[in-house]
């Protein structure tokens, strides 16, 4: 969807490799920028740097580590201490790999992203969401210390004790302040098995109502809640037909193209209990307990059991299927917004009942978050409401000749549901944002604009990091028509 050339890739066997680079950009006379690049999955570019230096957090680490000793090469791993429940891990370390780096030890981060092939510092940056949210709040809300490399070039340790305004200014930051090099991540107890269940709803009020309950658990003991609450809508007619060989065999067999969809839209509810030998013999229970109090399609509950581990990875064998078939590898339009409790029913008529249609692309994902778990001096933006929901629009572009599944099309209905809340005063907030203009980024920020701008000018003054997200310009772009490309030590950085 956007490509842009670097004058060169850095592949950096430590931090301090990134700190010398940016110190290099931030007293270069002629200017020089410079992105850091995870597993690459940001949606418009963001981690792209037009004439500058690229950095590839993802996997150079341990390539440049396996040329040298062992030790360093067991430095790169993620480090656990069982006895203070955290993992220190690279911050282009894949959430998969911390995880397997933890379960050796019992042990799991609690709070995840749907997906586990991203960069611990790429999620932080933003904020790291999925089913766990309502309860352990995002990724960002459980870190303990960040090891972070400013736009001046400094290597710092912060925490909410030490360096506070960097730490909270680099959580959910958009890599505007500095380069996350280490992550020192809060674990608990690794569950060791997940009963996994799906339910339908023809009704969106019922959905919502109930998908709202679910959270509102959230300060109850284990056996009183479920541990993952998310949703998908169901617009397309194919998919309806084929949602159920698309999950599992349902304890009650249905038609499901025979439900009376309310205006031809469905509504899954997905939930999750987590548990282990000692409440095996609790779990059906505990389980027929919480979908009493539901009010879905009676004949609708799809119900698997499986590991942990699997279940966290679930998406990744979605991924395999996609690739086997040649459709990972196309452009991904995805469009992430938060929207308000007060007008999902709105957002629901608007979208998913007249914008949508009945093609949908992909996958469209809905479910509610507590604000209270946010921690609001991070540099994350949520709408002001206590409760507040993810739509997600998860879609794929493919060249099939037919127009609704183009990537002109789908941008264009994206501008479109902008366009809507904007009308109708829906106050929604993109997650993962992307915007051309910076009246734009004022506009998102709100409030809190005042004190992004101003933690700018304090950790990287000169605007050289993260220019792909295209908040601030570089202090020298002026000067940028006429500069030469720079030269570069061989030893620390390799020709793109």
Known sequence: MTRTKPQAVLHPASAEDVARLIQAAYGSAQGLTVSARGHGHSINGQAQATNGVVIKMSGSRERTAADQTSAVAAAARPRVSEREMYVDVWGGELWI????????????????????????????????????????????????????????????????????????????????????????????????????????????SSFTKDQEFLISLHGLPASQRVDYVEGFVIVDEGLINNWRSSFFSPRNPVKLSSINADEGVLYCLEITKNYDESTAETIDQEVEGLLRKLDFIPTSVFTTDLPYVDFLDRVHKAELKLRSKGLWDVPHPWFNLFVPKSRISDFDEG?????????????????????????????????????????????????????????????????????????????????????????EWVDHFGDKWAQFHMRKMEFDPRHILAIGQRIFTPSFAHNTKNTKPINTHNSIIASS
């Open 97 to 204: 790999e911390v995880l397997k780096a933890t379960l050796e030890h019992g042990l799991a981060p609690k709070s995840w992203t749907d997906y586990l092939y991203l960069t611990v510092g790429g999620t932080l940056s933003n904020a790291g969401i999925s089913g766990q949210t309502f309860n352990h709040g995002p990724q960002i809300a459980n870190v303990q210390e960040l090891d972070v490399v400013t736009g001046k070039g400094e290597l710092l340790t912060c925490s909410e004790e030490k360096n506070s305004e960097l730490f909270h200014a680099v959580l959910g930051g958009l890599g505007q302040f500095g380069i996350i090099t280490r992550a020192r991540i809060a674990l608990e107890p690794a569950p060791q098995r997940v009963r996994w269940i799906r339910v339908l709803y023809s009704n969106f």
């Open 351 to 439: 979208v998913f009942k007249s914008i949508l249609g009945n093609k949908t692309s992909g996958p469209i994902l809905i479910y509610p978050m507590n604000k209270g778990k946010w921690d609001q001096r991070s540099s994350a933006m949520t709408p002001d409401e206590d409760v507040f929901y993810l739509v997600a629009l998860l879609r794929s572009a493919l060249d099939t000749g037919d127009e609704t599944q183009s990537l002109e099309y789908l941008m264009h209905q994206n501008r479109q549901i902008l366009r809507f809340c904007a009308n109708a005063g829906i106050k929604a907030k993109q997650y993962l944002p992307h915007y051309t203009t910076q009246q």
